[in-house]
């Protein structure tokens, strides 16, 4: 899913509503949560997998191996506790950025051949002149297009 301004957001979910009979309760529900998720301040973390005190997490060998046997109920090992710790980070990636196109600095991340900078410290986006503190800064931006991670998505409650 395109991030979209809270705006588009209401127009599809009134086209959805009229579509698929949706109670008027769920359609003001979704509205609100998508409210609440744009307003959220910027932080590294949603650009990128970090551990809880700010390091860029490399995603582990053999990750996809180990996270089938962890859906299957097996955790075992040191490595398993890596594993682990990189899965809850990803959980709370919410743009979708190929991991081969960042470009790791000391203050800050880069992406998309270095038009969008992150700070390390604030979670600030920098590009084209501009910058963003919310969620909501990126997604009323005609010239930024993102899309959301499924745990996103599901923060949003779609």
Do not use: C
């Not at 097996?74 to 919410?94: P, S």
């Not at 969008?116 to 909501?136: D, N, P, Q, W």
């Amino acid at each position: 899913m395109k991030l979209i301004s809270m705006t588009e957001f209401v127009q599809q979910q009134k086209v959805g509503r009229s579509e698929n009979y949706t109670p008027l309760e769920d359609y003001i529900r979704s509205i609100e949560k998508y409210a609440m998720f744009l307003r959220q301040p910027l932080t590294l973390a949603m650009f990128v997998s970090v551990d809880e005190t700010g390091n860029i997490l490399e995603k582990p060998v053999h990750y996809e191996e180990w996270l089938s046997e962890y859906n299957r109920g097996f955790n075992h090992d040191f490595e398993a506790l890596i594993q682990n710790e990189f899965r809850k980070a990803k959980e709370k990636v919410l743009f979708e950025i190929p991991r081969d196109n960042i470009e790791v600095h000391e203050d800050a991340i880069m992406f998309n051949d270095n038009r969008f900078i992150v700070s390390r410290k604030t979670g600030k986006l920098m590009y084209f002149k501009k910058t963003a503190s919310t969620i909501e800064d990126i997604a009323n931006d005609p010239d930024v297009k993102f899309y959301l991670t499924p745990s996103a998505i599901k923060q949003i409650g779609l």
